[in-house]
């Protein structure tokens, strides 16, 4: 049974940093891509990240390129987002993902879903 878990969201002002943790278990990884997503109140879940387990090839929407990196790390089985300056409109809950193919998408097509981590920037 897969098992994401999201940490390190809290409040912080804006152009300030925070670095999410998705602690992953159940199964490796290798073949899998992991996402990033988030939802605003009132609007629909979106894509932010994503990186290719193995080989570590990573992607990003366009309105956190450049701000956010995703990471991974294979001993510990866990994928980072570091987001710098943060924005106001960064404010959602984030929420990892993890997809049972080496076929990056940017929609909510994702077999496996944490329970996601609120991340607050205010202005």
């Known amino acids: 049974q897969v098992q994401l878990v999201e940490s390190g969201g809290g409040l912080v002002q804006a152009g300030g940093s925070l670095r999410l943790s998705c602690a992953a278990s159940?199964?490796?990884?290798?073949?899998?891509?992991m996402g990033w997503f988030r939802q605003a109140p009132g609007k629909e879940r979106e894509f932010v990240a994503a990186?290719?387990?193995?080989?570590?090839?990573?992607y990003y929407a366009d309105s956190v390129k450049g701000r956010f990196t995703i990471s991974r790390d294979n001993v510990k089985n866990t994928v980072y987002l570091q987001m710098n300056s943060l924005k106001p409109e960064d404010t959602a809950v984030y929420y990892c993902?993890?997809?049972?193919?080496?076929?990056?998408?940017?929609?909510?097509?994702?077999?496996?879903w944490g329970q996601g981590t609120q991340v607050t920037v205010s202005s």
């Open positions: 990186i290719k387990w193995s080989g570590g090839s990573t």
């Open positions: 159940g199964r490796t990884f290798s073949g899998y891509v």
């Open positions: 993902a993890a997809r049972v193919s080496t076929m990056v998408l940017t929609t909510t097509r994702y077999d496996y």
